[in-house]
């Protein structure tokens, strides 16, 4: 089948997620094919991935390994049930995982999305805590513009108001830090900015507030990502440990885009030095190929559920396709990609010279803040008055036209290209973000 001019006759069934539908359907923007670092639009065209699709493709796309795992495995054992019946793959993976996650987390469960990873995590800790016959931690603290995913626990510790107003009460109980986006101190910041590092504090004005014997657990992302690349300052979130052990909060890294190399290190947890209690993750746990999360776990939170009876259910939680075949296959593809071509590391070979063609662009019409870190980048633009997300809406129009991808949250321009970009790449990324930049109202 050709790839080109394939557009399917009707839109309308189709009822997108966090889209423009209406927009969208008036002139579509179609992806037909996948390679490498480019798409290929339903019209033929070519067009540079800046945004690694939705943060998931790590290794680029169409990868040869990958590709013939998920075949070979559909072929072999398409389905095995999840629950009470095992099969190796999902086994393999959580070893392959516990081998590259900071010593201290060593145990996995697998989930199929970030939002699904959140949930699981959020209930982990609300469980061990009343196992550990600490039934009153029933406070979960989350942190202002973090994104958690999409579901009832995510978006009640998520702080992005459009995706909280709608929905009713959420979850009671819930308290949210501050975030650490600062543009009047830490505007043009190369790298993690140099102010903020003392609202970690706002973690004891919280616990004060309500007492350590309610909170179950803290969660943060450790760079926040959806929002609009948001970097703590260095050292806020060694504070966060700090405070939560002192207190017996279980940390939660939320690394649903952190992990797997983007920051040039295999997790957040280990650019900044930082162990959690739980770590979340998804999206490039199989290169975004097939929908899957892992929540990995320490061994103390674990051992805690070994007990009773062995006959009975540790923990009441699980979904049809955690650990599925398919799925595990393609992660541990991704994990071979990962490893054969160094891409879990080559994000710090890479952070100076995206972090110079990055700041190149100060200057440019309506940029007030770039900010950078591994191979994630941010170009802040002021909104035009009375009509926010307008300017930079326009600005993902306009790159798709020229043949870029990048994604815009608010009035924020967000980079994060698959690790397997090339210098020259991150040159025309930036010559063309130039060019549109300057063009826009
Ligand atoms: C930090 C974080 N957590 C959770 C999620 C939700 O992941 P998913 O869309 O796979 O449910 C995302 C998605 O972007 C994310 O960035």
New binding site residues.
């Given amino acids: 089948m050709s790839t080109s001019n394939v557009v399917p006759n009707d839109l309308n069934a189709f009822w997108m997620p966090f889209t423009a539908n209406r927009q969208f359907k008036k002139t579509p923007r179609m992806f037909v094919a996948a390679r490498d670092m480019h798409y290929t639009t339903s019209d033929g065209r070519q067009v540079l991935d800046g945004t690694a699709g ?2 998931c493709c790590n290794a680029g796309h169409a990868r040869p390994k990958i590709v013939e795992a998920i075949a070979r495995q559909a072929a072999e054992l398409d389905y095995a049930p999840a629950f009470q019946m095992g099969h190796p793959k999902a086994f393999e993976l959580a070893n392959r995982l516990v081998d590259i996650t900071p010593d201290g987390l060593d145990h996995v469960l697998f989930t199929n ?6 949930e699981t995590a959020l209930k982990l800790a609300l469980a061990f805590h009343k196992i550990k016959g600490e039934g009153s931690r029933t406070r979960l603290i989350g942190r202002e513009r973090a ?4 579901n009832f626990g ?1 978006i009640s510790v998520g702080g992005i108001v459009t995706n909280r107003k709608m929905f009713g009460t959420l979850l009671a109980g819930v308290d949210h830090m501050p975030h650490t986006h600062n543009l009047a101190k830490n505007a043009f910041s190369k790298g993690p900015p140099e102010y903020g590092t003392e609202l970690a504090d706002e973690l004891e004005r919280i616990v004060t507030l309500h007492d350590a014997s309610t909170i179950a657990a803290v969660i943060v ?1 450790p760079v926040a ?2 929002t609009g690349v948001l970097i703590p300052p260095p050292g806020y979130l060694k504070r966060l440990r700090e405070i939560t052990k002192k207190h017996g909060i279980l940390l939660i890294f ?1 690394e ?2 952190t992990g797997y190399g983007r920051l040039g290190t295999p997790f957040g947890a280990d650019y900044f030095d930082v162990v959690p209690d739980i770590m ?1 993750t ?2 490039g746990l199989t290169n975004g190929v097939v ?1 899957m ?1 892992a929540v990995m776990v320490s061994a103390e939170i674990h051992d805690a559920f070994m007990n009773g009876p062995e006959h009975v259910i540790e923990f009441f939680h699980g979904y049809t396709y955690s650990g599925n075949p398919i799925a595990s296959a393609a992660g541990l593809a991704t994990l071979e990609t990962y490893k054969e071509e160094g891409l879990l590391t080559r994000g710090a070979e890479l952070a100076p010279k995206f972090q110079e063609a990055l700041h190149s662009l100060k200057g440019l019409p309506h940029v007030i803040d770039i900010r950078n870190i591994g191979l994630v980048g941010a170009i802040e633009l002021e909104p035009i008055a009375g009509q926010p997300t307008k300017r930079a809406f326009s600005a993902f129009l306009k790159a798709f036209e020229q043949g870029l991808l990048i994604r815009t949250t608010g009035d924020i321009i967000a980079l994060s290209p698959p690790l397997i970009i090339s210098e020259s790449q991150i040159d025309e990324i930036v010559t063309k973000l130039a060019g549109i930049l300057k063009t826009l109202e």
Avoid: F, T
């Avoid at 999305?113 to 959140?118: A, F, I, N």
């Fill in positions: 939705l943060w999305s970030g939002s699904e990873s959140v994104y958690h995913g999409v995510g992302e990502g959806s939320d649903v885009i979340v998804a999206k929908p999360g």
